[in-house]
C-alpha cells in the first residue's frame, strides 16, 4: 500500500504540481495563508484517486473548516489526510522547500505517512511497525549523536502561546543553531532523518503533522505536546510539538521546554 501512495504523490507532482512551479499566481483564504491554482489541482487529484487505494475520504487542507470537521468526526475508522502543497510562499518564491503530504490515519492516529519534495526528488515514508525511509534508505540516515550545545533545532516561534518561552527561546536556547525554513512537514522529515536534532512547534494543523509524526517515531524519534506527552491525544486543529530524533537528546530538549514555559 506504501508504494501505490508513493507512485500516486510522484505522479500528482509531475502532473499537477511542477508544471506550474512559478508559473501560478496566489490567492489569500479568509485566515491569510495563501494558495494557488496547484493546491486546489493537487488536492482534486488526490482526492479522485487516494480512496481507489483505500475506501476512505480525503480530507484537505484547501478544504472549508464545516467540511474538515465532519469528515474529521464521522470516519474515525478511516481518513486520508493531504496537504497538496505544504509551503505554498516557498512554492510561489521558487524556494525548493515544498512538499506533497499524504497520511492515513485510524481513530485519530496516523498509520502511514508519505511525504515527497518533487524539487529535491526526496521521497519520505512510513507504515506504523515497519519503520521509515527515505528513497529505499532507513531513517535516521546517520547514527552519531550531537551534544545538546551542537544540536540543530527547527523552532517555530511564531505560534507559541507562552510569551516567556519565546522569550527564552531567543535569549538562553540550549541548542547550538536554529532553523525555520517554511515547511512544517519537510521538518519533521528532516528531524527523522538526522538533518536536524530537535524541533519545536507552537501550534501545526491536522495536515501539518498527520504524516511527519508517524515517519518521526518509526524512525526512533520521540513526540510530546506543549500540553501533553501524549502527543496523539492532544488538540486536532492546533497541535504544539516537542520532538527530537535521539532519545537522549530528547529528554534533556522535553525538560529544557517544560521549564521554561
Not at 506533497?100 to 521521497?123: C, F, H, K, R, T
Not at 532523518?193 to 504524516?211: F, V
Request: aromatic content about 10%.
Amino acid at each position: 500500500m506504501v508504494e501505490q501512495v508513493m507512485q500516486l504523490v510522484r505522479d500528482v507532482a509531475a502532473h499537477e504540481v511542477m508544471p506550474r512551479f512559478l508559473r501560478v499566481g496566489k490567492t489569500r483564504k479568509d485566515d491569510g495563508s495563501l494558495f494557488t491554482e496547484a493546491d486546489l489541482a493537487c488536492q482534486q487529484a488526490l482526492s479522485e484517486r487516494l480512496p481507489a487505494i483505500l475506501p476512505h475520504p480525503v480530507l484537505g487542507e484547501e478544504m472549508t473548516r464545516e467540511e474538515q470537521d465532519a469528515l474529521w468526526d464521522g470516519n474515525r475508522n478511516g481518513l486520508w489526510v493531504v496537504d497538496p502543497i505544504d509551503g505554498t510562499t516557498n512554492f510561489l518564491n521558487g524556494l525548493p522547500y515544498f512538499a506533497i503530504s499524504v497520511a492515513w490515519m485510524v481513530n485519530g492516529v496516523s498509520q502511514l505517512g508519505v511525504i515527497y519534495n518533487p524539487v529535491s526528488d526526496e521521497m519520505f515514508y512510513a507504515r506504523r511497525g515497519h519503520g521509515a525511509w527515505l528513497n529505499q534508505q532507513r531513517l535516521p540516515l546517520k547514527t552519531t549523536r550531537n551534544s545538546m550545545g551542537d544540536a540543530i533545532a527547527a523552532v517555530e516561534v511564531k505560534y507559541l502561546r507562552s510569551g516567556k518561552l519565546a522569550s527564552r527561546m531567543s535569549s538562553v536556547a540550549p541548542f547550538g543553531s536554529q532553523r525555520s525554513m517554511g515547511s512544517s512537514t519537510l521538518d519533521w522529515c528532516f528531524l527523522a532523518a538526522g538533518r536536524y536534532d530537535l524541533y519545536l512547534h507552537g501550534g501545526q494543523r491536522l495536515w501539518d503533522y498527520a504524516a511527519g509524526a508517524v515517519i518521526l517515531e518509526e524512525a526512533g524519534g520521540r513526540v510530546a505536546s506543549l500540553n501533553t506527552d501524549d502527543y496523539w491525544t492532544d488538540t486536532v486543529w492546533k497541535r504544539s510539538v516537542i520532538a527530537a530524533i535521539d532519545p537522549e537528546l530528547y529528554a534533556q530538549w522535553h525538560r529544557w521546554v517544560r521549564a521554561n514555559q
